[in-house]
Structures are given as C-alpha cells and as structure tokens.
C-alpha cells in the first residue's frame, strides 16, 4: 500500500502568489516524521520542512509552512509568495520510527512558477 | 559546503561492466541510504546501513550490492551493468530520529548503453 500521496503530478503558480501542495500519508506507527523536499532539475535532494507526530504546532520555515491535520493524516506543504526560483519538483516523505527509521517518498509533484 | 560526496556525479558505461557508486560522509552518521530514482518520478529505497558491517535490502528489489566497512562510505556496487539500471542513485545518511533530517547527496546519473 502505498504510504505516501500526492494527487497533484502538476501545478502552475504566478509569481508572488501561494501555492498548496498535498500529501496524506498512512501508518499505524505512533512516531513518525513527516519531511518536504524540493528537487530542482539538477537533481540534489533540498530539505524544506519537518513536522514530528507529536507537535502540537504546524512547522514554518521562511516562506514554507505545513498545515499538519494529523486526525486525517494530512501534511500539505504552503509556499507563500512564489518565486521563480520555486520551480522544481517537491516530494513529500514519511519517516517511521518504529520502521527502521526509513524514509518513504511520494511520488511528487512538479511546480512550475510564471512570470 | 556538500558533507555528504558522491561521485561520479555522471556516468554512461557500457553493458556488462562492473561499476561502483561512490558515497562517502563526513557527518559521523551512523545511518546511509541508498536510493533509485528514475527522471521525474519518486524515490525508491534499495539499500541502506545502521553501521559497519550492517547492511539491509530496501523497499525496491535491486541488483546491485553495497558494503560498510567504514562508517563515513557507503559504496554501491553494480556487477554487470544492463540498459535497465539507467537511473539517478541517491545517497543519503542520517541520525535516526527526531527533525534532523536526511542529508543527501548530489546524486549519480548513470546510463547504461
């Protein structure tokens, strides 16, 4: 089954705008992570933002903020004020604690910013 | 500044040979992962390590083979390379739980002619 969902394989966003991307995720384990990633054309792997299941407050990094509904096991990543240097692709990834600690990845979802 | 290096960062090799992914970290991370993704698509989990002379298959079945000898590298090794092992391999370390994340590394292209 899959563990990680991201339904939008797609997105345009005009510059300066906001942009939501969505992940659920499934997993019966009580400690886990929930990570974001942006994966430029090059290739590299950036980490963006981490929420852990037991914090009470939704994570914010800069422009990047995660709106964590954890009763529907939701972790959507917001970008406030798009750039152009926002367009890449975004992965949103699960870490169970109880799994080894591995990480598992959506299947992404690419944004693309205009001008 | 890159603590985690991989080379080579492109590689186009011809079928049959035997080719080694380089990883190595500077973090003194106990945890390394390898993973493979194809152009545009997710990440998939092959192998990883939780120290030297631990090693453990990933989610994704995989030809390749890897070693720890060394906490700080994490070689990946592929015995006879086919067309089918074209793709990007991702490698990553971590210290387990908690908001550290993982550090990953710029990736190696490979393609198998």
């Known amino acids: 089954a899959q563990k990680i969902t991201q339904t939008q394989p797609g997105m345009f966003v005009q510059e300066k705008e906001a942009v939501t991307l969505d992940c659920t995720y499934d997993t019966s384990d009580p400690s886990y992570g929930l990570f974001w990633y942006k994966q430029p054309s090059s290739g590299e792997m950036i980490f963006l933002i981490y929420?852990?299941?037991?914090?009470?407050q939704n994570a914010t990094e800069g422009r990047y903020s995660l709106n964590f509904q954890k009763a529907r096991k939701s972790a959507n990543l917001v970008i406030s004020a798009s750039q152009l240097g926002d367009s890449a692709m975004y992965f949103c990834?699960?870490?169970?604690?109880?799994?080894?600690?591995?990480?598992?990845f959506g299947a992404g979802t690419t944004v693309t910013v205009r001008a | 500044e890159a603590d985690i290096y991989q080379t080579p960062r492109y590689l186009v090799i011809g079928t049959g040979k035997k080719i080694t992914l380089e990883c190595s970290q500077t973090m003194g991370h106990d945890k390394m992962y390898w993973y493979q993704q194809d152009p545009g698509m997710e990440l998939h989990l092959i192998h990883y390590s939780y120290g030297v002379n631990s090693t453990e298959k990933g989610d994704l079945s995989s030809e390749s083979t890897v070693s720890r000898i060394r906490t700080e590298h994490f070689p990946l090794t592929l015995e006879s390379a086919r067309p089918s092992h074209t793709s990007q391999y991702l490698c990553a370390s971590s210290t387990g739980g908690g908001s550290y994340g993982y550090t990953f590394g710029s990736g190696t292209r490979l393609t198998v002619v």
């Open positions: 990834a699960m870490r169970e604690d109880y799994n080894d600690y591995k990480l598992s």
């Open positions: 929420q852990g299941s037991y914090d009470q």
